[in-house]
């Protein structure tokens, strides 16, 4: 048989494996439906959506503890420093190649051809700087500025022109500057960078990019390394466009990707998700299959509330993405805690914190930037029955109900991680 027919027969067979399961979980369903308390039942067929507007964030914050981070503190800053050289040889391992599918030089080509426009003109989004064309805070106006009737007008334009520009999702929450980093720096050039803002913000506008789904569930290879660079070039692409339309009508403006701010926090400000066990924003339309980033302008505009879907307590059972992780850098802990594993976590936020210099060096050991910990979470997958029935009995019924929910999503089996087919399967559809 060759390869083409192989992966037919794998295509068939998945799609007779997803019809049968999806009777038998309809069938679960029916039964766990009949099984849920009237209360669960009556707010299920009111037909709510399960997302709950919340006054503040959802995490507790002791502010005797926390401080603003420092970027300089990141184990990408540190490795690429130097200052944590295990964390600089992984990064070295990135670009290798071999003859497993997924790190063939075809697969790396392609993740190289998704980092492309990030690194001409934002210069690698984790890190990049004010004088990168996307992220440039050179603040030209014009002279005249374009007046909204209020502020709720003005974000409805803001969001219109995000969306049409590139973003997936548009929150918008007012700048906290809790959430910048109380120091800038460049690993690249190894310089610190000026401490100030260009001008203190008004409002911040929170934009994510949905990164390829079929792509992300070959995580880890080069295939899934390049739906991750797409991510940050779209995101680089729409920051730039939005500058640019924000400073056409008067507004100061700067665009930043996940230098300036913690992009989490603001994300969850913003209205667009929780923040999860796996330490990133999950929100309710793709889960963690996105890239966020960051629009600071003076423009007044109409803010978003936060947000609750349940994923929090959802995760307190769920750990599909602890277990998944190559480098143990998720925390199997049950509940979120103040507790940090050194200077890449800031303390102070109640969460479950990643260890981010064991992230690393499991990229290094899967040489590519791994996103398991996105394609292992069951909210990452396309919209689908289960996942609003979950939002919907989170609050009421945790425990027991998220425990078959975790289940019945390995059954589906989508966003498999380690699934060399699933590069077959891309390249092949
Ligand atoms: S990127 Fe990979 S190694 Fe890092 S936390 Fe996620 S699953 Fe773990
Ligand atoms: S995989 Fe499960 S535990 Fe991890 S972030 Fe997603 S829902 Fe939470």
New binding site residues.
Partial sequence: MDSDEGSKKDVTLSRRKFVKLGAASAVAGSAMMASLPSQVMAEASKGITGKQTLSSLPNKIDNTVYQRFHQKNTAFCQAITGTFPEGRQALGMLGSTSNELGQRTLDKAISDAGWYIDSLIADGASTSSPDTVAYARDNETAPERYDFSSPEEAAHYVKKAARFLGADLVGITPYDERWTYASFYNPQKQKSLPPDLPFTPKSVIVMAFEMDYEAMTTAPSGVSGGAVGLGYSQMAITGASMRKFLTNIGYKTFAAGNDVALSVPYGMAAGLGEA???G?L?TYEY??RVRIGKIFTELDLACDSPVSFG??H?????????D?CPGHA?STEKLPSFAVNNECNNPGVSKWAIDAKKCLLAWGKTKSDCAT?VT?????KPDFWHHRLVDKVNRLMPGPVHSVM?EMDKLFGYGNSFDKKAVDLFWKS
Avoid at 314 to 322: K, N, S
Avoid at 376 to 380: L, M, V
Wanted: with cysteine; charged share 10%; net charge positive.
């Fill in positions: 999860a066990r796996n990133i999950v889960g963690p994923v929090q959802f995760c307190e059972t769920c750990m599909l993405c602890a998944a998720i910990c292992s979470c069951p909210y990452n975790r």
